[in-house]
Structures are given as structure tokens and as C-alpha cells.
């Protein structure tokens, strides 16, 4: 028997401007749909004739799902109430959104997206951290990984804009290129600057794993040792399942036509993120046109790495490094993975099918069950 907790790879990026309430609607529909059919991670669940209690909590939030599931002791039943415990994590959760939410107009990255001036944005402590994070990730990715990208996303029609009738000249890329670029944005102690008024910032290929990382700092704070935390296929896990067997990882296999498991992992306590391009792209004129932007060119990624799975400690790193990896390309991800002693699992289409990679890293520290 299967869980699913699927990998939401690529979300696309957009300008607010852009949204009507039909928009989205429909845009939070298809982000339910892909948390459950889009590629991803696979919990796989055991079976054994002695079961600790597991409860299970779920909920929505960044436009997605999110799932806990967390194992109590038989001393501790009575002293966890979940509705308590639930309503806390949702608390969390709206607090995440409105300072990072790029759909609520009044949020704090909202309103730093709205702001035409260059001097010093307040922001919260924990905004800054994520934007640290997202700025320390483009540098030690040479750039691949900007959150400032989603000019260009829309651009190529990613966002929340219909296809684009034609594919966008050097000039329309070069246009928005101008005020796109992470080295236009800079942390201060208190806030954020832009060097361009146009800078436009969307925290989305990190935010999920900070909500993940949060909620498992609320379980932990609880005295919770077991549990999965999943938001969007944003995975982190400790500790055991039920039946006192390891917390196993399916790695799908990157296909559209059906769905089966490339490869079965346990991670520890750790984080785990996948991202790909294999099932968002268009097509025109006999090219494919993928989701993934790379800022450094202002163009879909053309190589031949469909997924990346990143497992480390912070699933907040895990998720903006998956997709840094997926844009850089297959030959960049195991340069970066092998520098920076990273956990890291490649697959790469080829003429006979696919080749794996897997990190020094990985293969010291993650079990493989197949």
C-alpha cells in the first residue's frame, strides 16, 4: 500500500497585477491537482502486527496541501490534544503566508513587489532569513537559483498569462532582463532594497520548505520524535513509522505515461525535495519549451536533466536547491553536489532511456532499499 505525498517541482512565478478571482481559483485548483499527480515522493507505508498510534492532520495552505502525520507514545495519547495542536500549526502557516504570500496583496513580499523606491523595506526577521537563504543559494549556484525570475516566466508564458502567441525575441528577454537579476536585491538588518523600482520577488521555490521546517519545529517543540511533514511534496521526516520501520522515500520515475518508482530510500531525519521539468512544458514548431528558466540566459533550460531529489537537514535548503540543480544541468548539479558535500540524486534522459547520479554524499548517507 501507497502514501502519496507528491513534489510540486516548479511553481510558476507571477505579478500580482496579473490575477483576477477566476485566475485564481483556477490556478489553486491546478496546484491541488498537481499535489497529487505531479511527480514526487512516494511514502511508501508498511505493514506489522504492532502499531503506535499515528494521527494524521491535513490542511491548505500556499495554495496547496500539507499532511502530518506524527506517532504518539502510549503515555503520550491523552496528553497531545490534535485540534490544539492543528490549530496552532494553521496559525503558523497564515503567519508564513502573510509575510510571503505573492497572492495576498497585502502580505510583506506583496507589498515590497509594490514598492517603486529603493531605499531600506521593513520586513520580519523570518522574510529576511528566507531571503538570506534564497541569496545565499544564487551565489553558491552561480546565479541559477534567483527568486527574482518571474518576469521571465511570464514572459514565456509560466505564470498566470496565457501561452504567449509567439516565442519572445532577444529584445522582449532582454527588456525584462533589466530588472531581473539577484544581485539587484540586497538584505539589510531590518529589510530589503531593490536597485531597480521594477524588481519583482517570489520566495515560492523556498517558502513551502520554510513552512515545512516550521511545523516541524512545532511538533518537536511538543516533544514529537515520529513524524512526516509534507507541504506541496515538500517533505521532512524523523524518527519511525508506526510499525517501528524507517520512513521510506519513493523517488518517482521521471515518465509522463504512467507512474512507477525509479528508486526507494531512507533519508534519516532529514528533509527531502524534487524538482523536474518533465511534465510542464509546451511545445512549438517541433520545440520544447520547458518551465524552468534560466536567468542567466532568460530562456528555458534545453539539457537533458529531467529530475533532481536534494535531501538535507533544512527542507527550506532541500527545496531551492532542488530546483538550482534542475537548472543547472547535469554536468553543473555534480560539480556543485560534489564541492559542497551535498546529498544529491540525478536522472538524466538519454537515447536508451535514463542514467542515474547519485553524490558521494548520498551514497554514504541515504540507504537504498532497490
Known sequence: MYEFASAVFLVGLATRSNYTKDNVVVRFAIRIFLA??????LVLASCSDKQRPVVHLQGQTMGTTYNVKYLLAENEQEAIDAEKLQQQIDARLVEVNKMMSTYDPTSELSRFNQYRYTDNFAVSPDTLLVVNE??????????????????????????????????????????VRDYVGYNKLTTTPTGLKKSHPMLYVDLSTIAKGFGVDEVAEILEQQGIQDY????GGEMRVRGERGDGSEWLIAIEKPVTT?????????????????????????????VRYSHLI??????????????????????????????????????????????????????????????????????????VHN
Do not use: C
Open 134 to 175: 534564497a541569496l545565499r543559494l544564487a551565489k553558491l549556484s552561480g546565479g541559477v537559483l534567483d527568486v527574482t525570475v518571474g518576469p521571465l516566466v511570464n514572459l514565456w508564458g509560466f505564470g498566470p498569462t496565457k501561452r504567449p502567441e509567439k516565442v519572445p525575441t532577444e529584445s522582449d528577454i532582454n527588456e
Open 228 to 231: 512526516l511533514v509534507e507541504i
Open 36 to 41: 497529487f499527480v505531479a511527480i514526487g515522493i
Open 258 to 286: 504512467e507512474r512507477t518508482v525509479q528508486k526507494v530510500v531512507s533519508i534519516g531525519e532529514n528533509a527531502v525535495a524534487t524538482s523536474g521539468d518533465y511534465r510542464n512544458y509546451y511545445e512549438e514548431n517541433g
Open 294 to 367: 534560466d536567468p542567466t540566459t532568460g530562456s528555458p533550460i534545453s539539457h537533458n536533466l529531467v529530475s533532481v531529489t536534494v535531501i538535507h537537514p533544512s527542507s527550506m535548503t532541500a527545496d531551492g536547491l532542488a530546483t538550482a540543480f534542475n537548472v543547472m544541468g547535469w554536468e553543473q548539479a555534480i560539480a556543485v553536489a560534489e564541492q559542497e558535500k551535498l546529498m544529491v540524486f540525478l536522472i538524466r534522459r538519454t537515447a536508451d532511456g535514463f542514467d542515474e547520479y547519485a553524490s558521494p554524499e548520498f551514497d554514504k548517507l541515504v540507504t
